[in-house]
């Protein structure tokens, strides 16, 4: 009995952050929350790719559970790291790009896609962190974030 549960409790981990990238896409917060939560309890959280760290935090953000939200985000940028910056040519139309969605940053990151998009990745995870330290009124601790997201010309509004 006890190897069943660690088979099932692996089969579940490996296919859960798709899963929930889904349920966030389609805007389906309960199953959202029932998935995320799954990850969140185990004890191998530090394992969670970059971005399904984020759509964890996003889904946490989106039940205004900011403060839990951070701790995913803050695990996301880990996982991250520094990865180098998008050339002058691209930041051009990223900055268009951003500026006709301004509400990208509540969307979920897709865990299957990642290679080339690492930075875009950090942006959308302190997008996210300054907005849940603007909700919880620690704008002084959201400083930092939102100098980093104006060098791309984003705004965070709360």
């Not at 309960?30 to 959280?45: G, I, Q, T």
């Not at 989106?62 to 520094?82: F, I, Q, W």
């Not at 951003?98 to 509540?106: I, P, S, T, W, Y």
């Amino acid at each position: 009995m006890e190897f069943w549960g660690k088979g099932r409790e692996e089969e579940l981990r490996e296919g859960t952050g798709p899963a929930l990238y889904q349920a966030l896409a389609l805007n389906d917060l309960p199953a959202a929350w029932l998935l995320a939560k799954s990850l969140l309890e185990r004890a191998n959280f530090e394992r969670l790719p970059a971005a399904t760290a984020f759509n964890c935090g996003l889904c946490l953000c989106r039940l205004e559970e900011y403060e839990k939200a951070l701790d995913s985000l803050k695990r996301a940028e880990l996982l991250l790291g520094t990865p180098p910056d998008l050339d002058i040519r691209d930041k051009e139309l990223f900055f268009r790009a951003a500026a006709a969605d301004g509400q990208v940053f509540l969307r979920p990151l897709n865990p299957e896609t990642g290679r080339g998009l690492e930075r875009y990745f950090l942006v959308r995870t302190r997008w996210l962190s300054a907005f849940c330290l603007l909700r919880l009124g620690r704008g002084q601790e959201a400083a930092p974030a939102i100098r980093f997201l104006a060098q791309y010309h984003i705004r965070v509004d709360v």
